[in-house]
């Protein structure tokens, strides 16, 4: 819904950079791509901290000029639940998510398996995304 501040969320939050300018586009390609008749969008790609090369993947924000109604967030929905950040200090992380208009989604929890302890929140960018916050320490031997 609002380009511009979902880029500057990734940018702020997590040090995500442009990876090429914002651009605006709508044609017939686009129409018959997406199915949507009459597709027009903005599209900012953002490159992953610490990429410094011209060839990594991007995120890429799309803003279409038609808009459907969002469902409420939901770690159970199928499709492409959460995209998984691994950070060094989870309740900071999550601070800024807030700080920045994300939300909560569940509590901060500490897991361990055979491998790893595990510090993890879930929570939402400013246009109830799922992300999830984790750190993971490896076990010795693991």
Known sequence: NDLPKM?????DVFG?????????QS?????????????AIRVQHLRFPGDTGNQGPTLE????????P???PAANR?????L????DDVEAAFSAVLAAGGDSLGDVVRTENPRAFNHIVYAT???????????KTMKPGA
């Open 7 to 11: 880029v500057a969320f990734y940018r």
């Open 16 to 24: 995500f950079t442009d990876a090429e300018p914002e651009r605006a």
């Open 27 to 39: 044609a017939p390609a686009l129409e018959k791509l997406t199915g949507i008749a009459g597709a």
């Open 61 to 68: 924000i799309i803003c279409y000029a038609q808009q459907l």
């Open 70 to 72: 969002r469902e409420k």
């Open 78 to 82: 199928p499709g492409l639940r959460h």
């Open 84 to 87: 998984c950040f691994t950070v």
């Open 125 to 135: 960018d400013p246009e109830g995304n799922i992300l999830e916050l984790l750190n």
